[in-house]
C-alpha cells in the first residue's frame, strides 16, 4: 500500500471554478501534512500546512483533515490559470518522515 | 523568512567529472537539511537526509560513496555528485527544516539542474 495516495490528474476546471484536491494516507499515526504547488522545471513551494481536523482558510486555498478517514484535501476558490501545477501531498509519519504523493495536475483553462 | 537557496542553479558537466551542489538556509538554521532528486515528469525522490554535525542518512538504493553529503553547519549542506555519469542528470533539490518553531515544515531551494554529457 502506498504511504501517500493522489490522483494523477490532470484535473481540469474553468477559470473561476472550485478545484479540489485529494489525497489519502495510510499512516494512521501522522500528525502533519502539508500541501506543495510545483510548477513545471520548478521546486516545490509550500502552500498549506494542517495538523487538526478540519478546515484551514489562507486567502483562496482552503485545506481539509479527517485524521479518521486519514483524507486531506485542498480547495482552491476562484481558479486562475496561474494555479496551474502540479499540486503535492506531504505527509509527516509517526516516525518523523516527510513522504510525499505522486502530485495532481491542476489545469485551469481560461 | 524561511529561504533555501542553492548554488548552482544549473551545471553541465563532462562524464567523469565531480559537482558539488551547495544548499543554504538564508534565514535560519536547520538541524536537518533533505536532498531529493526528480526525473522528468516523475515524483520527488528522496535521497538522503543530512543532519549537521553526522553523517547522512541514505535512501535505499543511493549509493553514499556516489553522493556525498556534507553538513557542516546550521545553514550549509553540499552533495557531492561523484564521477557523474549520464544517468545522474536529474533536478537536484534539497530542503531545509527550521530548529526554530516545533512545526516540521520543510523548505525548498529553487533547485539544481543537472546535465552529465
Known amino acids: 500500500q502506498k504511504e501517500v495516495e493522489q490522483n494523477s490528474g490532470p484535473l481540469s476546471v474553468p477559470e473561476g471554478a472550485i478545484a479540489s484536491l485529494n489525497c489519502t494516507y495510510s499512516?494512521?499515526?501522522?500528525?502533519?501534512f502539508f500541501w506543495y504547488r510545483q510548477y513545471s522545471g520548478k521546486s516545490p513551494e509550500l502552500i498549506m500546512s494542517?495538523?487538526?481536523?478540519g478546515d484551514k482558510e489562507d486567502g483562496r486555498f482552503t485545506a481539509q483533515l479527517n485524521k479518521a478517514s486519514q483524507y486531506v484535501s485542498l480547495l482552491i476558490r476562484d481558479s486562475q490559470p496561474s494555479d496551474s501545477a502540479t499540486y503535492l501531498c506531504?505527509?509527516?509519519?509517526?516516525?518523523?518522515?516527510?513522504?510525499f504523493g505522486k502530485g495532481t495536475m491542476l489545469l485551469v483553462s481560461p | 523568512g524561511a529561504v533555501v537557496s542553492q548554488h548552482p542553479s544549473r551545471v553541465i558537466c563532462k562524464s567523469g567529472t565531480s559537482v558539488k551542489i551547495e544548499c543554504r538556509s538564508l534565514d535560519f538554521q536547520a538541524t536537518t537539511m533533505f536532498w531529493y532528486r526528480q526525473f522528468p515528469k516523475q515524483s520527488l525522490m528522496l535521497m538522503a537526509t543530512?543532519?549537521?554535525?553526522?553523517?547522512?542518512?541514505?535512501e535505499q538504493g543511493v549509493e553514499k560513496d556516489k553522493f556525498l553529503i556534507n553538513h557542516a553547519s546550521l545553514t550549509l549542506s553540499t552533495l557531492t555528485v561523484t564521477s557523474a555519469h549520464p544517468e545522474d542528470s536529474s533536478f537536484y533539490i534539497c530542503?531545509?527544516?527550521?530548529?526554530?518553531?516545533?512545526?516540521?515544515?520543510?523548505?525548498f531551494g529553487p533547485g539544481t539542474r543537472l546535465l552529465v554529457l
Open positions: 494542517i495538523y487538526s481536523n
Open positions: 506531504a505527509v509527516i509519519s509517526r516516525y518523523s518522515t516527510l513522504t
Open positions: 543530512s543532519n549537521e554535525g553526522s553523517k547522512a542518512t541514505y
Open positions: 530542503s531545509a527544516r527550521s530548529t526554530r518553531t516545533r512545526e516540521e515544515t520543510q523548505y
Open positions: 499512516d494512521r499515526g501522522s500528525q502533519s
